[in-house]
T-cell receptor, first 112, second 116 residues
Framework: GENVEQHPSTLSVQEGDSAVIKCTYSDSASNYFPWYKQELGKRPQLIIDIRSNVGEKKDQRIAVTLNKTAKHFSLHITETQPEDSAVYFCAASPWAGTALIFGKGTTLSVSS | KAGVTQTPRYLIKTRGQQVTLSCSPISGHRSVSWYQQTPGQGLQFLFEYFSETQRNKGNFPGRFSGRQFSNSRSEMNVSTLELGDSALYLC???????????????FGSGTQLSVL
């Protein structure tokens, strides 16, 4: 079955720096790759997603890139702010439907 | 529009007991999926339901089961509880229209299960 690896597990940056989180997946049938942000004590929320027919997508300070050949995708956050501090999860969808296989998460800490 | 509602918010059980968790999706959403969240393993997929049918299933033992009702509400059941079942159980719903799959998931606040 699908397996999603996520790195790093923790990431500390200074306010204003960029942060990059990388994920790899194993199932070439996966065609949808969302990223979720979970703040402490809160539910996960979708921040950006990308489909397999697109190589890059950007939304303000957040961007995601996808390399289908290498089976990896990355989240890029520019001009980080303290409110970006949270756990970020990447995911892949190998099936028809909405079920997701998640990576184990990256705890991002942005210090001012 | 109300969000995804999960009840109860907290549960304390002892080993060997069984438990039933409930999830009410956003009105109009037809797909419901369940995830187990633990500090070491992140979010692990349990199962997904659509139109009262289990559409996909993760790698959990048969002690974990679920169902979906005609109004899209879903329940999951865990029998013969083990200490390792202690976790936050999250439910997520999706519109899952015929126009597209892989729709955005909306998560509930979860049920925190503690097994003593």
């Amino acid at each position: 079955g699908e397996n999603v690896e996520q790195h790093p597990s923790t990431l500390s940056v200074q306010e204003g720096d960029s942060a990059v989180i990388k994920c790899t997946y194993s199932d070439s049938a996966s065609n949808y790759f969302p990223w979720y942000k979970q703040e402490l004590g809160k539910r996960p929320q979708l921040i950006i997603d990308i489909r397999s027919n697109v190589g890059e997508k950007k939304d303000q300070r957040i961007a995601v890139t996808l390399n289908k050949t290498a089976k990896h995708f990355s989240l890029h956050i520019t001009e980080t702010q303290p409110e970006d501090s949270a756990v970020y999860f990447c995911a892949a969808s190998p099936w028809a439907g909405t079920a997701l296989i998640f990576g184990k998460g990256t705890t991002l800490s942005v210090s001012s | 529009k109300a969000g995804v509602t999960q009840t109860p918010r907290y549960l304390i059980k002892t080993r060997g007991q069984q438990v039933t968790l409930s999830c009410s999706p956003i009105s109009g959403h037809r797909s419901v999926s369940w995830y187990q969240q633990t500090p070491g393993q992140g979010l692990q997929f349990l199962f997904e339901y659509f139109s009262e049918t289990q559409r996909n299933k993760g790698n959990f033992p048969g002690r974990f089961s679920g169902r979906q009702f005609s109004n899209s509400r879903s329940e999951m059941n865990v029998s013969t509880l083990e200490l390792g079942d202690s976790a936050l159980y999250l439910c997520a719903s999706s519109l899952d229209s015929r126009l597209a799959t892989n729709e955005k998931l909306f998560f509930g606040s979860g049920t925190q299960l503690s097994v003593l």
